[in-house]
């Protein structure tokens, strides 16, 4: 085992008998809300995925550990810090880690560390993507070339259109990667349950899903599978009034000149602000929706 990774015992136990388990990314918590919510939300998270008979294990960087599983004040220690602690993509690792710093994995991450604690399942909200422009500025996440290598399953809400939702599905087919609509052919837009973009194959169970899944692993074929499962229809948001904000955000972002890393943030954060709470309390309830499911599929994969 890597010597920079610890298991939380609740977590080791759990993968030692075969039980099913269910990994959660930290951005979301530092960087996707305001605290004390981003708390609330995170133990909630965890809860629901308890009650549906799985065990969560949110993952992070703390003190240069890699943490797969994290104890409440762990947790709490995160949310209080919030933006204080460092965005963290698969090329920030090595020096973190060396310097024993702390950092909020991405979905990228998340899956790296997932991987090496042998958690297959990985429930958040939305992925990153191709950015609106990468034609210019090649701005493109590195969750994309994660889900392109490492053998977790990712289950979102989609993307956000702060992306090209085209070009995101462009890029994810070049690299290989199945693009699942969970009960519906569209990809959906997080906020919004539809997109106007198809998937590439809808699958309306748990088992299809974790059937999909099982298939890829045993071909050996490399890289995840990405999962999308629309918001619940009584907390979707008016796509003309998100889509305003984004447009917004963007032309605020460009002015402002925001690149790298800051990106997504700065949108996001731009994004929750111009729509104001209700943009939240949906967000709240579409990463539940999506542990809801995830809990579902590992139970599925571990019986299988
Ligand atoms: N998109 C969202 N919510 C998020 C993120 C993206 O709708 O919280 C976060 C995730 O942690 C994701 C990261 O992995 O932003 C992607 O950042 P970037 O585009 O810089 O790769
Ligand atoms: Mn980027």
Same mark, same amino acid.
């Given at each position: ?64 550990? &890699? ?212 943009? &939240? ?19 599925? &994969?571990?019986?299988?």
């Amino acid at each position: 085992m890597n010597k920079y990774l610890d298991i939380h015992p609740e977590v080791r136990e759990a993968l030692a008998n075969g039980r099913p388990v269910v990994a959660l990314e930290s951005t979301i918590i530092s960087h996707g809300m305001p605290y004390p919510q981003n708390v609330e939300t995170a133990l909630r998270v965890e809860k629901t995925i308890r009650e549906n008979g799985a065990v969560p294990a949110t993952i992070a960087v703390i003190g240069g550990r &890699l943490k797969a599983g994290l104890s409440e004040a762990e947790i709490e220690y995160l949310g209080k810090k919030g933006r204080g602690v460092a965005k963290t993509s698969r090329r920030d690792l090595p020096v973190l880690v060396a310097r024993g710093l702390d950092g909020a994995t991405t979905v990228a991450t998340t899956m790296i560390i997932a991987s090496m604690a042998g958690i297959k399942v990985f429930a958040t909200g939305g992925v990153g993507g191709v950015h609106r422009g990468a034609e210019t500025t090649m701005d493109i996440s590195a969750d994309l070339e994660e889900l392109a290598q490492t053998p977790v399953m990712v289950i979102c809400a989609g993307a956000k259109s702060i992306l090209d939702l085209g070009l995101t599905l462009e890029y994810l087919e070049t690299k290989g990667v199945p693009v699942i609509g969970y009960g519906t052919e569209e990809l959906p837009a997080f906020y919004t349950r539809r997109s106007g973009f198809k998937v590439d194959y809808r699958l309306d169970t748990p088992e299809e899903v974790a059937d999909a899944f099982r298939a890829k692993m045993d071909m050996g074929l490399r890289g995840g599978m990405l999962v999308t499962n629309p918001i619940p229809e009584e907390y979707s948001m008016d796509p003309d009034r998100i889509n305003a904000a984004i447009d917004q955000a963007i032309a605020e972002a460009a002015r402002k000149g925001i690149k790298g890393k800051e990106t997504t943030p700065f949108l996001l954060a731009r994004v929750k602000d111009i729509t104001g709470g209700d943009s &939240l309390a949906s967000n709240i309830q579409l990463v539940l929706n999506n542990a809801r499911l995830a809990s579902e599929v590992a139970k599925c &994969l571990a019986n299988g």
